[in-house]
């Protein structure tokens, strides 16, 4: 069964200050890595993706990946109160139309 | 910017009768999904579809569940008989050829039995 863990918090930041969330997946096949964004009785929004170790940064947000352990991590810089939000971690295997495998998410909350 | 669109946007339906999500995905993408959401759950992968054929369905996908293309822009999703625990945020997705693995998500359906 492949499983993609998060803590659900919620992770608590000041605005401006920098937020760090976390995942780990269970399938060592996994090539391709997510992170959506998810407001309250919104859809998901894809905000990142990872394909290879290492980081990869697209403005405030920073994708970390480390396929040895298993790890992908979100760092968001100058959190804003608009940030707060779930964020959801997703994997699949690279090959086009397979399944998504979700986390359950990380509630974030930006205060002002 | 395009959008994947979903329509409707709540449905309210007595159990054992059959249930039609409609999606438009994006144009020019080739790869479409149905994930759905339970409250307070994790989104679920139930199918997707390439070529006019499913590519790869879940254990929730059973048999009360159908998917469609049946013109060059809608894509449905249909619950045959629903059920209670059928209460659910339908999702659709889709993805384009060269980046197949990128879905981007319509705003969902809320589908609630009674």
């Known amino acids: 069964q492949k499983e993609v863990e998060q803590n659900s918090g919620p992770l608590s930041v000041p605005e401006g200050a920098i937020a760090s969330l976390n995942c780990t997946y269970s399938d060592r096949g996994s090539q391709s890595f997510f992170w959506y964004r998810q407001y309250s009785g919104k859809s998901p929004e894809l905000i990142m993706f990872?394909?290879?170790?290492g980081d990869k940064e697209d403005g405030r947000f920073t994708a970390q990946l480390n396929k040895a352990s298993q790890y992908v991590s979100l760092l968001i810089r100058d959190s804003q109160p608009s940030d707060s939000a779930t964020y959801l971690c997703a994997v699949n295997d690279r090959q086009a139309g397979t399944a998504l495998i979700f986390g359950k998410g990380t509630t974030l909350s930006v205060s002002s | 910017e395009p959008e994947v669109t979903q329509t409707p946007s709540h449905q309210v339906t007595q159990m054992g009768q059959e249930v039609i999500l409609r999606c438009v995905p994006i144009?020019?993408?080739?790869?479409f999904y149905w994930y759905r959401q339970i409250l307070g759950q994790k989104v679920e992968f139930l199918v997707s579809f390439y070529n006019n054929e499913i590519s790869e369905k879940s254990e929730i996908f059973d048999d009360q569940f159908s998917v469609e293309r049946p013109d060059g822009s809608n894509f449905t999703l249909k619950i045959r008989s629903t059920k209670l625990e059928d209460s659910a945020m339908y999702f659709c997705?889709?993805?384009?050829?060269?980046?197949?693995?990128?879905?981007?998500f319509g705003q969902g359906t809320r589908l609630t039995v009674v």
């Open positions: 997705a889709s993805s384009e050829p060269d980046r197949g693995t990128e879905a981007f």
């Open positions: 144009s020019n993408h080739l790869y």
């Open positions: 990872i394909y290879s170790n």
